[in-house]
């Protein structure tokens, strides 16, 4: 009965064994399963990581990329901007120089003539370009070709320079600048859009003609037609007397034009004029002396205008 009763106890023993043999392994299992799931997890976020990583090492060289060109524009603008400050003294006398500077227009009014050719024979000898306010004349063709030839301004003045015709309304004096107009572009093939009005802008000649408003009414109507008058404010006083003295021209023109750093000159290369031709040298020499560089009339020129 002992004998039975102890190989019980051992059965029972060794079942109880069993059964927490089993249990463990069991747990044991279930723990290495959560720590592989674990693992698992850790890979994972280790690659996310390594993803990321490598992502930002990209960013990285990208901005060290930008950054080494960023520093190249910025050197290459201080460059430029060295350049621009070494430069700066040059504008800045260039542009004081050009502020200024002192210009004379030489003008001609009532040619072309045959004084009007020594004048060109004298500009082209000096390098010097004028403005011809000109007449419409036969018998000068060659003329009238080679003040546009020689690089000078051939301009309107009037086709016949008489007050009572051209002064009567508008209308008779836009008939005389077109047929004058006209009479120049077939010669020259210029279309000049520049004129000057017989006795000036401000002429009370006109009034007996056209009424003291006539003016009022042709200087609008000229502007629209899209020319350019200038008159002047240096006055060579060579139409003040049938042949003026030529010493009272020169000393007209130099004592008025030191006054001015944009000096309109107005002379004549009229039949009669001679002693304008005679002037002129003396008149070049004297402009030079105070300054004056010498440019023929455009329609950028700066107005000078009595209205």
Same mark, same amino acid.
């Given at each position: 009965?002992?004998?039975? @009763? ?7 023993l060794f079942t109880l064994l069993s059964i927490g043999l089993l249990? *463990? ?8 399963? !959560? ?16 993803? &990321?990583? &490598? ?28 350049? #621009? ?17 002192? =210009?004379?227009?030489?003008? /001609? ?5 045959? @004084? ?15 403005? /011809? /306010? ?6 000068? %063709?060659?003329? $009238? ?29 836009? @008939?005389? #600048?077109?047929?004058? *107009? ?6 020259? !093939? +210029?279309?000049?859009?520049? #004129?000057? /009005? ?7 000649? *006109?009034?007996? $003609?056209? !009424? *003291?408003?006539?003016?009022?009414? =042709? ?9 350019? $008058? $200038? ?7 060579? &139409? ?23 000096? +309109?000159?107005?002379?004549? %290369? ?6 304008? +031709? ?17 440019? &023929? ?11």
């Amino acid at each position: 009965m002992a004998k039975k @009763n102890s190989r019980t106890g051992i059965i029972l023993l060794f079942t109880l064994l069993s059964i927490g043999l089993l249990g *463990s392994t069991g747990w044991l299992m279930t723990q290495a399963r !959560g720590q592989n799931d674990i693992l698992k997890s850790v890979q994972e976020q280790l690659k996310i990581a390594q993803a &990321a990583k &490598a992502n930002l090492e990209l960013q990285v060289q990208d901005l060290r990329t930008k950054n080494k060109q960023l520093t190249a524009q910025i050197q290459e603008l201080n460059k430029s901007l060295q350049e #621009m400050k070494d430069k700066m003294p040059e504008i800045s006398d260039s542009l004081q120089s050009e502020e200024n500077k002192k =210009i004379a227009y030489l003008t /001609f009014d009532d040619g072309p003539s045959a @004084n009007t050719i020594p004048i060109l024979d004298f500009l082209k000898a000096n390098h010097i370009k004028a403005t /011809f /306010f000109v007449l419409k004349k036969e018998g000068y %063709d060659d003329i $009238y070709k080679r003040i546009v030839d020689e690089g000078h301004t051939i301009a309107l003045h009037s086709s016949t320079h008489d007050y009572a015709q051209i002064y009567q309304n508008v209308d008779t004096f836009m @008939n005389d #600048m077109n047929t004058l *107009s006209e009479h120049i572009k077939k010669l020259t !093939g +210029v279309e000049t859009k520049i #004129m000057r /009005f017989p006795g000036g802008s401000n002429n009370r000649v *006109s009034h007996r $003609y056209g !009424g *003291s408003d006539v003016m009022s009414k =042709i200087i609008p109507t000229v502007e629209e037609a899209g020319l350019v $008058y $200038y008159d002047w404010n240096v006055d060579s006083q060579d &139409a003040a007397k049938g042949v003026q003295d030529t010493q009272v021209i020169i000393n007209s023109v130099l004592s008025q034009a030191k006054y001015n750093n944009n000096a +309109v000159i107005l002379m004549h %290369d009229a039949a009669a004029k001679t002693t304008t +031709v005679k002037a002129l040298p003396s008149i070049v020499e004297g402009l030079k002396e105070q300054g004056f560089v010498f440019e &023929a009339l455009t329609t950028e020129s700066e107005p000078v205008k009595f209205n």
